[in-house]
Structure formats: structure tokens, C-alpha cells
């Protein structure tokens, strides 16, 4: 298996909701990211986990709250949203880095995310 | 700081045409570089990769080397197809930070029969 996957594929929500996004891998890899992608622009990192620990935090607003509860998945808990956060919300992830100088990212299909 | 560049576009090619995106970067140090596609609603494929001055990727006919001299990753295709059509993204990996990708504000190339 060597596909990152993302559900939902769209999702709708109101400012008051709170939903999830969820990613999972199958690849071992070490570390799982969740980016924000606006329409003609290149994906923004929010957040890094390495071996399940938060690592990087792009000073995101806490109104996005990401999780990792084991290796193979990473969520994003989503509240209070307002209608700038609307954007396709990218999961990727990337293996050990023994023996290797580069970080190969592999990347899902994206959550196009409307808040109305 | 760590930065890329690239040639914005949109780039609008008759099938068959050479294309040629252009990428430079600044960083410190030596970084990996790589040229990643989206296509239409869908997530980023890594296109190609290199990690070191001088090396060349290729990958699906798409080629790109890595020139230190003039700290550039230009993309190039001998011919194109439309099914090239998508969005390119120059990136870069710090060797000092590897979980941080930069990447250019991408290049959308539409290719036409």
C-alpha cells in the first residue's frame, strides 16, 4: 500500500460546527503533515508530527487542533471556523530518514473544506 | 532564509511543444530539491528529485539538474502531451530541517491538441 488517504472528500460546515479530518498511511512512515492549500497557491504547512509527537506548529490558530493517536493516522479537529479558512487541506507523510538526505513527502487527495 | 522562485505563468503549449519552467532558489547550504504536479483535484505527486550538485531527475520524460552555480532546478520536457496539464511546484528541503518543505508558488501549464 503506498497511498496516503483522506476523508472526507468534501465537507460543508458552518461556523459553530466541529468536524474532523482524518488521514491514514500503511507506509511505516515516521512522520505525518497537514498542510492548507488555497485555490492558485502553492500548500502552507500547519503542522508536523514525528514518531506521533507534534514537532512543528506554524503558530496555526487553535481553532485547528491536529491529533495523531498512533502511526498510521493523523486527524485534524476543526472548530469555530470562519469562511477564510475555506481550502483544500492536504495530509502527507514521509518515511525514516536512515540512510537517506532528502524528506520524499507523499501526499493525499486533499479535503476541500467550505465554511459557510 | 530558504526561498524559491519559479516562473508563475499560466504557460500555454500546443501538444508535442518544449516546455522549460524555470526554478531558482536560495538557501543555505545545499538543499534537496524537487518538482512536484498537481493535477486537477487532486493531491501533489513528487515529479523528480535531486540531492546534490550536478545530479540530474528524470522521471515520465521531465528532467531537471541541479546547478549550484546559478542555485537553479529548471524543469524541462522535450514534448509535451495534454495530459501534462497541472500545476508545477519548484520545492526545496533544507538539509537542516527536513520536515520543512518550501515550495514555489507553482506553475500552472495547460497543453492544448
Known amino acids: 500500500d503506498t497511498e496516503v488517504t483522506q476523508t472526507p472528500k468534501h465537507l460543508v460546515m458552518g461556523m459553530t460546527n466541529k468536524k474532523s479530518l482524518k488521514c491514514e498511511q500503511h507506509m511505516g512512515h515516521r512522520a505525518m503533515y497537514w498542510y492548507k492549500q488555497k485555490a492558485k497557491k502553492p500548500p502552507e504547512l500547519m503542522f508536523v508530527?514525528?514518531?506521533?509527537?507534534?514537532?512543528i506548529n506554524e503558530s496555526v490558530p487553535s481553532r485547528f487542533s491536529p491529533e495523531c493517536p498512533n502511526s498510521s493516522l493523523l486527524n485534524l479537529h476543526l472548530h469555530a471556523l470562519q469562511p477564510e479558512d475555506s481550502a483544500l487541506y492536504l495530509c502527507?507523510?514521509?518515511?525514516?530518514?536512515?540512510?537517506?538526505?532528502?524528506?520524499?513527502?507523499?501526499f493525499g487527495p486533499g479535503t476541500r473544506l467550505t465554511v459557510l | 532564509g530558504n526561498s524559491v522562485t519559479q516562473m508563475e505563468g499560466p504557460v500555454t503549449l500546443s501538444e508535442e511543444a518544449f516546455l522549460t519552467i524555470n526554478c531558482t532558489y536560495t538557501?543555505?547550504?545545499?538543499?534537496?530539491l524537487f518538482w512536484y504536479v498537481q493535477y486537477p483535484g487532486e493531491g501533489l505527486q513528487l515529479l523528480l528529485k535531486?540531492?546534490?550538485?550536478?545530479d540530474k531527475g528524470s522521471n515520465k520524460g521531465f528532467e531537471a539538474t541541479y546547478r549550484k552555480e546559478t542555485t537553479s532546478f529548471h524543469l524541462e520536457k522535450g514534448s509535451v502531451q495534454v495530459s501534462d496539464s497541472a500545476v508545477y511546484f519548484c520545492?526545496?528541503?533544507?538539509?537542516?530541517?527536513?520536515?520543512?518543505?518550501?515550495f514555489g508558488p507553482g506553475t500552472s501549464l495547460s497543453v492544448i491538441p
Open positions: 508530527y514525528s514518531y506521533e509527537k507534534l514537532s
Open positions: 520545492a526545496l528541503s533544507p538539509k537542516t530541517s527536513y520536515d520543512k518543505v518550501i
Open positions: 535531486a540531492t546534490k550538485a550536478d
Open positions: 538557501a543555505t547550504g545545499y538543499p534537496s
Open positions: 502527507a507523510s514521509s518515511a525514516p530518514l536512515q540512510g537517506r538526505t532528502y524528506n520524499e513527502q507523499f
